[in-house]
């Protein structure tokens, strides 16, 4: 680690108070020199350990900023990884077909596919050794926040915060028995993000490193690089923005809809 104990400390307390009371903060690489993302993920642990205490479950994972075109427009230049909670994870559609977005700062929304774990996934596996793996796959927003001004920060910063508000997931739609089909339309499906006012960006399966099943494998093997806890059976997997993540605001109306892959559109209203 490049920071000390103490530090890594702050930085904790600082990430969990700003979930409770989310504000715009200076990215912690700026504050504290060396922060990098081996100090990045032990702090993820220690968020872990505390929201496990007051009772959260984990659930799965997020790998984020798979879209390499994304990553200039960040200031990045990889994918990192952050816990999936129960409490932030929500199946649609929800009571009123609303999600409230509170006092998040700097909200963006981001439409993904979902994979859900029978087995656990290896390093080292190929794409098909991971497709089977995978239990079913789902359409999902990912509704996504900064509190780094204006969405700049390094990877550090983000993966230390998640960059995280909710998870919202589509229908679950069950893999086994057409997996060489699923491979297949994973990697080469379009999809459509939209604000019914006329904000929209479109995409694919190709833009996240390829497909959603080869951005699993690299969250696999960053795991293992990072002494992240290996993924389990019935945990799932959230695999990166399908589309440019698009500025959202309290009102609008989003959807996602795709062609070339057995999952319906989806849509969600933030207030």
Same mark, same amino acid.
């Given at each position: 680690?490049?920071? %000390?104990?103490?530090? =890594?400390?702050?930085?904790?307390?600082?990430?969990?108070?700003?979930?409770?009371?989310?504000?715009?903060?200076?990215?912690?690489?700026?504050?504290?020199?060396?922060?990098?993302?081996?100090?990045?993920?032990?702090?993820?642990?220690?968020? *872990?350990?505390?929201?496990?205490?007051?009772?959260?479950?984990?659930?799965?994972?997020?790998?984020?900023?798979?879209?390499?075109?994304?990553?200039? +427009?960040?200031?990045?230049?990889?994918?990192?990884?952050?816990?999936?909670?129960?409490?932030?994870?929500?199946? =649609?559609?929800?009571?009123?077909?609303?999600?409230?977005?509170?006092?998040?700062?700097?909200?963006?929304?981001?439409? $993904?596919?979902?994979?859900?774990?029978?087995?656990?996934?290896?390093?080292?596996?190929?794409?098909?050794?991971?497709?089977?793996? &995978?239990?079913?796959?789902?359409?999902?927003?990912?509704?996504?926040?900064?509190?780094?001004?204006?969405?700049?920060?390094?990877?550090?910063?983000?993966?230390?915060?998640?960059?995280? &508000?909710?998870?919202?997931?589509?229908?679950?739609?069950?893999?086994? +028995?057409?997996?060489?089909?699923?491979? #297949?339309?994973?990697? %080469?499906? %379009?999809?459509?993000?939209?604000?019914? #006012?006329?904000?929209?960006?479109? +995409?694919?399966?190709?833009?996240? @490193?390829?497909?959603?099943?080869?951005?699993?494998?690299? =969250?696999?093997? $960053?795991?293992? *690089?990072?002494?992240?806890?290996? @993924? *389990?059976? +019935?945990?799932? &997997?959230?695999? #990166?923005?399908?589309?440019?993540?698009?500025?959202?605001?309290?009102?609008?109306?989003?959807? %996602?809809?795709?062609?070339?892959?057995?999952?319906?559109?989806?849509?969600? *209203?933030?207030?």
């Amino acid at each position: 680690m490049a920071v %000390s104990d103490e530090t =890594l400390t702050v930085i904790a307390d600082e990430v969990f108070a700003n979930m409770a009371d989310p504000r715009e903060v200076a990215p912690f690489s700026d504050r504290y020199a060396g922060f990098g993302l081996e100090d990045a993920y032990e702090v993820v642990r220690e968020i *872990r350990r505390r929201r496990e205490a007051r009772g959260e479950r984990v659930v799965g994972r997020k790998i984020g900023f798979t879209n390499v075109a994304a990553w200039s +427009g960040y200031g990045i230049s990889g994918p990192i990884w952050n816990y999936l909670y129960d409490s932030t994870t929500l199946d =649609l559609p929800l009571p009123d077909d609303s999600f409230s977005t509170g006092s998040w700062p700097n909200i963006r929304m981001e439409t $993904e596919v979902a994979l859900g774990l029978r087995t656990a996934p290896e390093p080292g596996m190929g794409d098909e050794e991971l497709l089977n793996c &995978v239990a079913w796959a789902a359409l999902d927003f990912e509704i996504c926040t900064s509190i780094f001004p204006g969405w700049r920060f390094k990877a550090a910063d983000a993966a230390a915060t998640g960059v995280h &508000v909710a998870l919202l997931l589509g229908t679950r739609h069950p893999i086994s +028995g057409s997996r060489t089909r699923w491979a #297949g339309e994973l990697a %080469s499906f %379009s999809a459509t993000l939209s604000e019914i #006012g006329g904000a929209h960006s479109v +995409g694919g399966g190709a833009q996240v @490193l390829g497909s959603p099943i080869k951005a699993m494998g690299c =969250l696999v093997r $960053e795991l293992a *690089r990072y002494g992240g806890e290996p @993924l *389990r059976a +019935g945990e799932f &997997v959230t695999t #990166g923005t399908l589309t440019q993540a698009l500025p959202a605001l309290p009102g609008e109306l989003w959807r %996602s809809v795709v062609q070339g892959v057995d999952f319906e559109g989806i849509e969600i *209203r933030l207030t």
